[in-house]
């Protein structure tokens, strides 16, 4: 029985034991999502601050190096419109610029001058002054005057004819 009293005793003073120690606290679910959260929007507004305002950039690539285009000035031109035999004579007086990639294209057109105004000279002759009328009229020409001079220097080609001066008479 005295054991039976001793055992008794002990069960009683053990729930008195741990009433009086102070459990340990752990941490909640809770608390444990909200100090992580608080780490990822602290860390992911520092980390996009120093990306910001002084990380390491990425080197951005060089702009491309544009070379200056070269225009080479034609020899005015001065043609008589093709018209109907009973209209007076109508002439065209053209100063155009051929716009060039580079100075070593320019030395290898220019040889080829005489050829490109002999073919200016054949096409302008047979425009009658209807062909000119209004801005899309001269934008035929232009382009026209651009395809031919591209055919007549081939392999090399111009980027544009450009026209200076036009006056219809």
């Known amino acids: 029985m005295a054991k039976a009293k001793a055992k008794e005793e002990e069960a009683e003073a053990a729930p008195e034991a741990a009433e009086g120690a102070e459990p340990k606290k752990r941490f909640s679910l809770k608390m444990i999502i909200i100090a992580v959260a608080a780490l990822v929007v602290v860390g992911g507004g520092g ?19 544009v070379k200056p285009v070269v225009f080479v000035d034609l020899p005015e ?8 035999a009973g209209d007076r004579t ?9 716009e060039v990639a580079d100075q070593q294209l320019m030395t290898q057109i220019q040889p080829m001058m005489p050829r490109v105004m002999d073919t ?8 009658r ?21 591209n ?3 081939t392999p090399n080609r111009v980027n ?10």
């Open 47 to 65: 980390g996009g601050a120093y990306f910001m305002l002084g990380g390491k950039h990425e080197a951005k690539p060089a702009a491309p190096v």
């Open 77 to 84: 031109v001065l043609v008589n419109l093709s018209t109907s």
């Open 90 to 98: 109508q002439y065209l007086k053209v100063k155009m610029t051929l």
């Open 120 to 127: 200016f000279q054949t096409y302008l002759r047979e425009l």
């Open 129 to 149: 002054p209807s062909d000119l009328d209004g801005s899309a009229g001269l934008y035929r020409l232009k382009e026209e005057l651009t395809r031919r001079v």
């Open 151 to 153: 055919a007549t220097i």
């Open 160 to 169: 544009a004819l450009l026209f200076k001066e036009i006056v219809v008479q």
